[in-house]
C-alpha cells in the first residue's frame, strides 16, 4: 500500500504527538508554578512563568487552526495524501522551536512561530482546495 493510502493513520498519530505535545506544555506550566510560587489562578509573576504560560495558550490557540485544518485536508486532499500529515509534523516542529525560543528569549520565538504558522496556513490552503475538488466531483 502506498503512503497516500496511510494518509488518515499517519493524521492520526500527528494528532496524538501534537496533542501529547500541548500536554507537556501543560506540565510545564504546572511546574514552573512551583518553581516560581505563583499560585492558581494568577498568571503573573516571574518572566519565565509567563512565557511558559503564554507558550502553552499560544498553542491552544493555534490547535483550535491545526486539528480542523489538518483532518479536513486529510479527508478531502487526497491526491497527495502525505502532505497533510507532513505539514503536521513541520507544525510540530515549529511549536517546539517556538517553545524553545519563547521560553529562553521572546525575541526567539519568532523562527518557530512563522514554521508552525505556514504549515497551518499551507493546510488551510490544501484543504479549501480539496473542498472545492470535491465539490467539483460531486456537481
Known sequence: MELAAHAPLLSALV???ALIFYFYTVIRVGGARGQYKIAAPAITG???FERTYRVQMNTLEHL???VPSLWIATTYFARVGWLAPALGVIWIVGRILYMQGYIADPNKRGTGFL?????ELALMIIAVIGIVMAWSASA
Open 15 to 17: 494528532t496524538i504527538i
Open 46 to 48: 516571574h518572566p519565565v
Open 64 to 66: 483550535v487552526i491545526f
Open 115 to 119: 514554521i508552525a504558522s505556514l504549515a
